[in-house]
């Protein structure tokens, strides 16, 4: 198969089968093109999505933001017990972790339902694939920027305010938003084509949660763990927008990590959706 | 229009694999997998074949018909030159902007409202932002919604979302139109209207590919008819000749 060109209402399509590698990786390159330059439609459909799941009910979206709210001032206070912590600072530590721990599984079990759950579309029209795993992005952006509400008020309860180092999460968060549609191109074709992986990466997820430095602290850990930390993905990936928010920059080491398990996702992601893009439609 | 459409299909198969529960599963997948290594038999799947080796070639002016049982792969031929499905052998190219009339309630959310919808459905087409206000003045127009527009489709009567569907769908011209047969759905006032309107398309379109089980409607519209039987076309003519064919066929059919 083979496509010169598949904008909506394209001027022309053109598809042979069996392509070779070099034809299929450059049909995914231009889905991903096509896919970016359709930016109002998936960013419409996103805010659609998010507006819909929260229609009729009164605090609409911020439900979200109180139960995260509930839940950090439950775990704050027990935690800090456990842990035998000082509650200044601890607080502000698991509030911003839980949000963004918050992010990543919402983001990975979306990724999953990104394909299947537009099935319909899929099989009406001819969409670059890409367009539904931004809007996905879309929509776990809008949905957890609901929540950066708590981490503003418990900074501002505690003071907590990062000051200017806090910029230096920006980077950390645009690889995020990278990793966010690199794990909706992987895990929607493969929640497509397997209908058992879902409920697997959800334990997955839970048990990362325990494993991750979520909501207890790196230094809780032997300093020898502490060295092996720096091989969890979900931790450093975690580390390189934490740390600044909370007013410290992350190591070197973390950085390498992120960026590697990131570089490790993406080239898996696309060499998966390159392989299987033209069957996507077969499987929803 | 900058040049004229062309549709061709050079031995275009398309087979679906058949995913029902067994193969959904992952873990039933790998225990094959290791078995079939063990046993070192074959990888059995079932796959219906949609399409098999059909080929034919479309030019402007062509106004193709598609006749055959359920199943017989009409949908699946309008899929595959839409660009929905991509074949697994053969060669499919289509010139031209193509508008496939497939699912009256493509991209339409019965939670959201007639205008929502109608912006939905310009941006899948690619229309540019300031042709979105003519679009939907068009479309209300058209589908008789009034104050209707600003609300959700789920209180809508069927009457009006088979309306706004329709219009929305004949709404955006295109040099090649794909559809299937379920815009004949509707009210009979309505149904007067939507011919007139599908007749302005069909004639702006350079090439037509209509599905129907409608004889009359193939009869009126058309200049070639397939008749489509298990994937492939087993008979290619003048509407007249074919559907003279497929009507003997269809109608010897329960006495034999």
């Given amino acids: ?284 | 229009m900058p040049y004229s459409a062309r549709v061709t299909a050079d031995h275009v198969s398309v087979s679906f694999p058949l995913y029902h529960g067994y193969a959904r599963s992952l873990k039933k997948t790998l225990v094959a997998a290791a078995a079939t290594r063990l046993r070192e038999s074959g990888r059995r799947r079932v796959v219906v074949h949609g399409l098999d080796a059909v080929s034919f070639t479309l030019a402007p002016g062509d106004r193709l018909g598609l006749v055959g049982r359920n199943g017989a792969g009409k949908t699946t031929l309008l899929r595959t030159l839409a660009g929905i499905y991509e074949p697994n052998e053969g060669h499919v190219s289509v010139t031209g902007r193509v508008n496939a009339l497939l699912d009256p309630s493509l991209g339409m959310n019965a939670e959201l409202t007639g205008r929502e919808n109608i912006v939905i459905r310009g941006m899948f087409a690619g229309l540019p932002g300031h042709a979105l206000p003519d679009l939907i003045d068009n479309v209300v127009a058209f589908a008789e919604l009034a104050e209707f527009i600003d609300l959700p489709l789920r209180i809508y009567s069927a009457g009006m979302v088979i309306r706004l569907g329709f219009a929305l769908a004949t709404a955006i011209q295109a040099q090649v139109l794909l559809m299937d047969e379920w815009f004949l759905a509707g009210d009979a006032a309505f149904l007067e209207r939507a011919k007139l309107r599908l007749e302005d398309m069909v004639k702006g379109a350079e090439i037509l590919v209509l599905s129907s089980h409608n004889i009359e409607v193939l009869r009126t519209w058309c200049t070639r008819i397939f008749w489509m039987d298990r994937g492939r076309i087993i008979d290619d003519g003048p509407p007249d000749e074919v559907l003279g064919h497929y009507l003997a066929n269809t109608t010897a059919l329960p006495a034999a």
């Fill in chain 1, 1 to 284: 198969m083979s496509i010169s060109t598949h904008e909506p209402g394209a001027l022309s399509l053109e598809f042979r089968s069996n392509p070779s590698a070099t034809v299929r990786n450059r049909l995914a390159i231009a889905d991903l093109r096509q896919g970016l330059s359709l930016w109002r439609l998936w960013s419409t459909l996103g805010w659609f999505d998010i507006r819909l799941r929260y229609r009729g009910s009164v605090l609409g979206p911020l439900w979200l933001t109180l139960s995260t709210a509930v839940m950090v001032a439950a775990l704050g206070v027990l935690y800090s017990q456990l842990f035998g912590m000082d509650l200044h600072a601890y607080f502000p530590y698991l509030a911003l972790s839980l949000v963004l721990w918050n992010y990543i599984s919402a983001a990975v079990a979306d990724a999953c339902a990104c394909f299947t759950g537009s099935d319909g579309m899929i099989r009406s029209i001819r969409m670059p694939f890409t367009m539904y795993a931004l809007r996905a992005v879309v929509r776990n952006v809008i949905a957890g920027a609901h929540n950066v509400i708590v981490v503003v008020v418990v900074f501002w309860i505690f003071s907590a305010w990062p000051g200017v180092d806090g910029f230096a999460a920006l980077p950390g968060m645009a690889l995020w938003l990278v990793d966010t549609l690199a794990v909706a191109v992987l895990l929607g074709p493969v929640c497509a084509r397997f209908r058992d992986i879902p409920p697997i990466i959800a334990s997955v997820m839970q048990i990362a949660f325990f494993v991750s430095p979520v909501i207890w602290r790196p230094e809780l850990v032997g300093p020898r763990a502490r060295s092996l930390l720096v091989l969890n993905p979900f931790y450093t990936l975690l580390e390189i927008v934490r740390a600044p928010l909370l007013g410290s920059l992350p190591t070197l080491a973390i950085w390498v990590s992120a960026l590697g398990y990131s570089v490790l996702l993406c080239a898996v992601a696309a060499a998966l959706f390159a392989r299987v893009r033209g069957r996507i439609a077969f499987w929803v």
